[in-house]
């Protein structure tokens, strides 16, 4: 993308999400020319943002909960903002920045908008009349002739949704997952010693499979305990869905299987074991969990469910098992702790398809070319508007 003297307008649902998912396409807008704000909920990571040289608007709401007072104060905040920057693209990240955004931009008449759907979560699992309400109003809202630049998607599922629901898109852009920086996460060597670790990482609310794993490590106790240990990293959140820290504890004896809370260092861990394992039921994007798993070079057992499944060729770079089988899941991480050349070489084959298919730049080609695309529209636009005034 040319250098350019437009703005961007990110809003993320947390600070921390926004550091870990979509810092690099801040930084390649930034590179080429782009002013950026980020707009987000403030969870203590504002100052490290600010240091890397990026205005920051903080958020009221929860990033989790439906809460009046805090959702609409926030729709406030964007509201403003809008305002202020007629001219900026505007990039929303997740469903409730989405619906927020979207009702920003009609109050306020903002064109721009590229919306990246990075999963649709539990509430999309079963679709009843909430998330159906809420596809509906997202295409009343997005009517309108260049409100909506473009649409970022993980997966085909998530853009059959849409399509089906006639939510406006404008253009599309495809990418898988997050995308990873392969030069910074590198292939990791095959662990040796006389105890194995295996790895779960991500939030620990009940559809990401949490007490899946932990029941799967049970079935194995009388054959694996001694020479396995299964890990859990990943903190407790204000999320409804959450286990609370008294229900993790109970599942982790701190030995067999152990509790290491919230982790800033994904890949080591993963690294430092022979698999990962995600039992997520939960509607995912494309988890980044098993992006770096395949970075690193790990086999990986995770759910035939939507954005898992995008992840693993089955019985080539893992297994993918049904939702909520702990039996499933026990059965396959047996068989590949029984034959190391077989965890092996699916982990170099999870390598051979990060390379080929999660490198963060092709990630960042697909919103460099949405990013110049409405840039072009909102140029138009004020001209057409100069124009006719």
Request: charged fraction near 25%; proline fraction near 4%.
């Amino acid at each position: 993308m040319k250098r350019s003297a437009g703005k961007l307008i990110m809003a993320v649902n947390t600070d921390g999400f926004f550091l870990s998912h979509r810092l690099p396409l801040a930084e390649s807008a930034r590179t080429s020319g782009m002013e950026v704000t980020i707009i987000s909920v403030d969870t203590g990571k504002r100052e490290v943002i600010e240091k890397r040289g990026f205005r920051f608007v903080a958020l009221p709401m929860s990033p989790s909960r439906v809460g009046m007072t805090g959702d609409v104060k926030s729709l406030r905040v964007l509201m403003s903002e809008f305002r202020k920057s007629p001219e900026a693209v505007v990039h929303l990240v997740g469903m409730k920045m989405i619906l927020l955004g979207m009702l920003a931009s009609r109050l306020t008449g903002k064109k721009g908008i590229i919306n990246a759907v990075s999963g649709l979560g539990i509430t999309f699992e079963r679709m009843t009349f909430f998330p159906k309400m809420v596809l509906r109003l997202l295409r009343v809202l997005g009517a309108g002739a260049g409100r909506i630049a473009g649409t970022i998607f993980q997966n085909a599922d998530d853009e059959r949704i849409f399509a089906t629901y006639r939510v406006p898109m404008g253009e599309i852009g495809r990418t898988r997952g997050s995308g990873i920086d392969l030069a910074t996460v590198r292939q990791a060597p095959y662990p040796q010693g006389d105890e194995l670790r295996i790895v779960y990482a991500g939030r620990l609310v009940r559809s990401k499979g949490v007490e899946d794993f932990c029941r799967a490590a049970e079935l194995l106790r009388p054959q694996l305990e001694g020479r396995v240990r299964f890990v859990i990293c990943g903190g407790v959140s204000d999320n409804p869905q959450s286990l609370s820290r008294e229900e993790v504890s109970s599942l982790a004896d701190g030995r067999y299987i152990e509790w290491l809370g919230h982790c800033d260092d994904v890949p080591e861990q993963l690294g430092a074991a022979v698999m990962a394992v995600y039992p997520s039921y939960y509607r995912e994007g494309v988890p980044r969990v098993l992006l770096e798993a395949c970075a690193v070079g790990r086999a990986i057992i995770t759910t035939d469910s939507v954005g898992c499944r995008d992840t693993v060729e089955d019985g080539r770079n893992g297994y993918l098992v049904p939702v909520r089988t702990p039996s499933a899941m026990a059965e396959r991480i047996m068989e590949l702790i029984q034959d190391r050349n077989k965890c092996m070489k699916m982990g170099l084959e999870s390598r051979r398809r990060a390379e080929r298919l999660y490198d963060i730049r092709d990630v960042i080609r697909v919103h460099e070319r949405l990013y110049g695309k409405a840039l072009k529209e909102l140029k138009t636009s004020v001209y057409e508007s100069d124009a006719y005034h």
